[in-house]
């Protein structure tokens, strides 16, 4: 059964950093990609950025990059996201998900969903 957990989600000051992960279980990253997406209070779900294991590739959403950076752990099957500077508009509950890691960060080129973990900036 394919599972995704989102874990590293809290409460912080605007400029501080926080380190979401995203165990996978069930598959491996030569199977799917991973991305990860957001969404806050009254908007809809929108890319963040995605990594391919297989094909070695990353895509971020060009407001983010500089900012976030994604990485993964084969070996724990966990991908990381990494983000920096945070500002009060990052607040969202942040979903990590498996599927198709394109330059366009499409929820649907992903099939399997995290629960999410809420990310709260303060300013």
């Known amino acids: 059964e394919v599972q995704l957990v989102e874990l590293g989600g809290g409460l912080l000051q605007a400029g501080g950093y926080l380190r979401l992960s995203c165990p996978a279980f069930g598959f491996t990253f030569e199977d799917f990609a991973i991305g990860w997406f957001r969404q806050a209070t009254g908007q809809g779900r929108v890319g963040v950025s995605c990594i391919s294991s297989s094909f070695g590739k990353t895509t971020y959403a060009n407001s983010l990059k500089g900012r976030f950076t994604i990485s993964s752990n084969n070996a724990k099957n966990t991908v990381y996201l990494q983000m920096n500077r945070l500002k009060p508009e990052d607040t969202a509950v942040y979903y990590c998900?498996?599927?198709?890691?394109?330059?366009?960060?499409?929820?649907?080129?992903?099939?399997?969903w995290g629960q999410g973990t809420q990310v709260t900036v303060s300013s």
């Open positions: 998900a498996a599927g198709v890691c394109s330059d366009h960060l499409r929820r649907d080129e992903f099939g399997y």
